[in-house]
């Protein structure tokens, strides 16, 4: 069974730094994409950063060049620095593991709080 643990939220304040952290466990990371998604209060779940596994990265407009997600396959760790920090990044945030040869194979973390003070 994969699982997926996310850790490394908390509060900040504006202008600051975070570093989130979501482990694999059960499976090797170099075999899955990886996404982190967020949800902030009464918001929809959204797509703040993605990496394939070959490497290529994606992210929308909101938070380009604020965040930088990167994985270690050795380590099976995946991170999403967050640089710039704003209230508006105040959500869950979580990370999903999709199976590059079988999307089936789709899984979530629980998510890790993240609250940026203004």
């Known amino acids: 069974q994969v699982q997926l643990v996310e850790s490394g939220g908390g509060l900040v304040q504006a202008g600051g730094s975070l570093t989130l952290s979501c482990t694999v466990r059960g499976s090797s990371l170099s075999l899955y994409h990886m996404t982190w998604y967020r949800q902030g209060p009464g918001k929809e779940r959204e797509l703040v950063a993605s990496?394939?596994?070959?490497?290529?990265?994606n992210y929308p407009d909101f938070v380009k060049g604020r965040f930088t997600i990167s994985r270690d396959n050795a380590k099976n760790m995946v991170y999403l620095q967050m640089n710039s920090l704003r209230p508006e990044d105040t959500a869950v945030y979580y990370c999903k593991a999709e199976n590059a040869l079988d999307y089936r194979r789709t899984y979530w973390g629980q998510g890790t709080q993240v609250t940026v003070s203004s």
């Open positions: 990496m394939v596994a070959g490497g290529y990265t």
